[in-house]
């Protein structure tokens, strides 16, 4: 849903993160309650969150995540600000050049080919946005000889709609679009599904864990007597720890960790990978997962985004964009237990890498020959995406497409 530097891509330097948050010990459990908090509390939802908190007790990071950018009328992506872009708080892929959404545009058409050309062929985004990327991907495989039956657009966001639905309306009338807010009340029928999701991933609720002498404690928030709220580690074993880290974990969970050590889990994306996967083993479709993240589960990455800056994520609730890295193993490993002998899961390679190989040099080339007075702005934006020093390593793409697929997989190595 989002573009950054190690988090939602900002203009301060990737080294600039926030300070570490401080932790204490959850003692609701002992019947000690915090002194009640005495100053000024920063937005209408912390004050929120902390009145909930003061009721029925400490919440996991995973809630806090959740209400600050999803509350129906307070959240970061549902009050009407626009957090995308040079006026926002980030900029994604699709906003520094319209080169990123004409390569994905470019998989596609690849893909819909290998898949043998569905008649009824939709493309369908998590997280669309601003809708830039779709209008750019819906331009290029039309050109290409590529028309989609339809469009589906899973948001939540009913602001986020709207501006989807005015770039849309405008640019591409012709394709019919479809709005939902998750992948599960949309129908399967025999639709081939080719899915999208660029920042989507990040913005999914995540549970924190610091592995302590007594083993795996969650770490919840609570209210603090100088902050309103606080990061805390649970006593016990709570039910996300018990069942995210046991025998049954999709994650690598560490075998020996040291005291202090910090682990992230996701249910969410492995629900969303779990959701997309069947989809195209019955549906006979593909996926492209773009985001940043690494190929093994975070330790800490949780962080707010505001103004193009690293934030502390409990800064401002409801103001500023909350966001973790996405564990690549964790996607492929649940792309292959869903999808069995029925899917190809591509390995994972930097967003620098998968653009070259659609070709975004030869495009650069063209354009510049093409719009020469634009070239300062080609070449710039195409090297903020590639540069390994820019967006280039810092995003990571993967893939799946079902079994049935001919030919050499566009955008990636031979799987191992």
């Not at 029925?56 to 957090?83: C, D, N, Q």
């Not at 939709?122 to 050109?143: A, H, I, S, W, Y």
């Not at 016990?236 to 682990?263: F, H």
């Not at 070239?375 to 993967?398: F, N």
Request: hydrophobic share 40%.
């Amino acid at each position: 849903m989002l573009g950054r530097a190690t988090g939602r891509w900002c203009r301060r330097a990737a080294t600039k993160a926030p300070a570490a948050v401080e932790i204490s010990v959850d003692r609701s459990e002992l019947g000690v309650l915090a002194p009640p908090f005495q100053g000024t509390f920063a937005t209408p939802l912390q004050e929120e969150i902390h009145r909930f908190i003061s009721v029925f007790g400490p919440i996991s990071v995973a809630e806090y995540m959740r209400r600050a950018l999803l509350h129906p009328k307070l959240g970061y992506y549902t009050t009407g600000s626009t957090p995308f872009g040079s006026a926002g708080d980030f900029v994604t892929s699709p906003e520094v050049s319209q080169l990123f959404g004409e390569m994905v545009g470019v998989w596609a058409t690849a893909v819909w080919h290998g898949l043998g050309s569905p008649r009824d062929t939709r493309l369908v985004e998590f997280g669309p946005g601003n809708g830039t990327m779709m209008c750019d991907v819906l331009k290029t495989v039309k050109r290409l000889g590529f028309k989609p039956s339809g469009i589906h657009l899973i948001e939540p966001s009913p602001m986020l709609r709207e501006k989807q639905k005015a770039v849309l309306s405008v640019q591409h009338a012709d394709v019919p679009v479809q709005w939902d807010s998750q992948l599960a009340n949309v129908e399967t029928g025999d639709t081939c599904p080719i899915f999208f999701a660029h920042e989507f991933l990040d913005a999914l609720p995540i549970h924190q864990f610091q592995f302590t002498e007594k083993g795996w404690r969650e770490r919840m928030l609570a209210i603090g007597e100088h902050e309103a709220l606080q990061v805390v580690l649970s006593r016990k074993p709570t039910p996300a720890s018990a069942l995210l880290l046991g025998s049954d974990a999709v994650v690598d969970v560490p075998a020996n960790p040291a005291v202090g050590e910090c682990i992230e889990v996701s249910p969410e994306v492995q629900l969303a990978v779990e959701q997309i996967s069947s989809r195209v083993v019955m549906q006979k479709g593909a996926a492209l997962l773009v985001d940043y993240g690494q190929d093994r589960p975070s330790r800490q990455s949780v962080r707010g985004v505001r103004n193009h800056e690293f934030v502390p994520f409990l800064e401002s609730p409801g103001q500023v964009d909350v966001t973790g890295d996405v564990d690549f193993s964790m996607v492929r490993k649940v792309a292959r237990v869903w999808g069995a002998d029925q899917i190809r899961v591509m390995p994972t390679i930097q967003q620098g890498d998968f653009l070259l190989r659609m070709g975004i040099a030869q495009r650069v080339e063209s354009l510049v020959k093409l719009c020469p007075d634009d070239a300062d702005t080609i070449i710039t934006g195409y090297e903020r995406l590639v540069d390994p020093e820019q967006m280039g390593s810092i995003y990571k793409c993967s893939a799946m497409v079902h079994a049935s697929f001919n030919g050499e997989f566009p955008g990636f190595p031979t799987p191992s």
